[in-house]
């Protein structure tokens, strides 16, 4: 399943150029892009990342998982769905970009309350900040992060700061694995 999940991703999420021409998110100039929504929101990718992180958590005791909206929300959701097929539940949270305007002004969405242990994930680490954020805000909700995951790490410092945080972050996939296979075709 991984090695279709790193064939999915570089079919149809993975940019690379000899020259930097990707702007990423921090504003820095990259040679290799990551496109994550062509195979999260793909029925092949959701059905690969839900079993294999599904397959990451089974054993950790966690009530909900979820991250920081948009790039977490198909991961949860595939990996929530998988939980169900196979017999131990696992909800899915939201962690708004903003506090909800209105109502209950909220920054988690989902059956989530304090105390309750959570998966945080990404779909992909470069710096480790929107990962951080989601971390931040589960923590203000008195969550219990009991993992982090993230599709791609891209390799460059992502992973470091997150841990810097106190969380230890498990990848499924590297960059390098990626560009293994990139150069084999």
Not at 95 to 124: F, Y
Request: aromatic share 8%; net charge positive; proline share 2%.
């Amino acid at each position: 399943m991984k090695k279709r999940l790193i064939e999915l991703i570089l079919e149809k999420a993975f940019k690379y150029s000899e020259e930097p021409t990707f702007k990423l998110v921090s504003g820095r100039m990259s040679n290799y892009y990551f496109n994550c929504k062509a195979v999260t929101l793909h029925p092949e990718g959701m059905y690969l990342i839900g079993n294999l992180v599904y397959d990451m958590i089974k054993d950790s005791g966690a009530k909900a998982i979820g991250g920081l909206t948009l790039g977490a929300d198909p991961v949860a959701y595939a990996v929530s769905y998988t939980s169900y097929l196979k017999g131990k539940p696992v909800e899915t949270f939201v962690v708004r970009k903003s506090a909800k305007s209105h109502g209950t002004m909220l920054w988690i969405e989902g059956n989530v309350r304090e105390g309750d242990r959570v998966v945080i994930v990404d779909d992909v680490i470069t710096t480790g900040k929107s990962t951080i954020e989601a971390i931040t805000r589960a923590k203000e909700a008195g969550l219990e992060i009991v993992k982090v995951i993230c599709l791609i790490d891209r390799q460059e410092g992502g992973r470091e700061n997150i841990a810097a945080s106190g969380c230890k972050v498990d990848s499924l996939i590297l960059r390098d694995e990626v560009m293994a296979l990139y150069r084999q075709t």
